[in-house]
C-alpha cells in the first residue's frame, strides 16, 4: 500500500518536469529545426538581415510546412525579447490558454498578410532595389 502511493507521488512529479515551460527560441537554425518538424506555432523574421539570403529562403520553407510567419521591423527589436542584441528570427512554440484568442488573431493576419498574400506570390513581380 505504501509503495503504491509513492509511486503515484512519484508519477505526478514526472509528469510536471515533462511539461516544458513557454519559450521563444531564437537563431536562425533552431528556428529551421522547429519549423522542418512543424513544431513552431508562428516565425518572426527580422526585415533588415544583412546579407538577406541568410533567411531568404525560410518564408519558402514556413509556406510549405503552413507555418505563419511574419516580417517585423528591425532585428533589435527580436533581440529584445530573447536579451540580446540582435536576433534574426525567432520561433513561438506554445501558447499560454489565456493569450489564445489574441494569438489566433495574430496568426489570422499572419496568414492573409504573408503566407497567402498573392502579391508575395506572383514570380513576376518587380523587385525594389534599397533606394526606393
Known amino acids: 500500500m505504501k509503495r503504491a ?8 512529479k ?4 515533462l511539461t516544458k515551460p513557454n519559450y521563444i527560441h531564437f537563431g536562425l537554425n533552431h528556428v ?4 522542418e518538424r512543424g513544431v513552431a506555432k508562428l516565425v518572426l523574421i527580422a526585415h533588415d538581415v544583412d546579407p538577406v539570403e541568410l533567411v531568404l529562403w525560410l518564408p519558402a520553407l514556413c509556406r510549405k510546412k503552413e507555418i505563419p510567419f511574419m516580417f517585423v521591423k528591425g532585428k533589435a527589436r527580436l533581440g529584445q525579447f530573447v536579451h540580446k542584441k540582435t536576433a534574426t528570427c525567432i ?3 506554445k501558447i499560454n490558454e489565456s493569450d489564445k484568442k489574441d494569438f489566433d488573431k495574430l496568426i489570422v493576419n499572419a496568414l492573409a498578410n504573408f503566407n497567402n498574400n498573392p502579391n508575395l506570390l506572383e514570380p513576376g513581380m518587380p523587385i525594389l532595389g534599397h533606394k526606393s
Not at 529551421?32 to 519549423?35: E, G, I, K, R
Request: aromatic letters at 0%; charged letters at 45%.
Open 14 to 17: 514526472i509528469e510536471e518536469e
Open 32 to 35: 529551421t529545426q522547429l519549423v
Open 91 to 93: 520561433a513561438l512554440t
Open 5 to 12: 502511493e509513492e509511486k503515484e507521488k512519484n508519477d505526478g
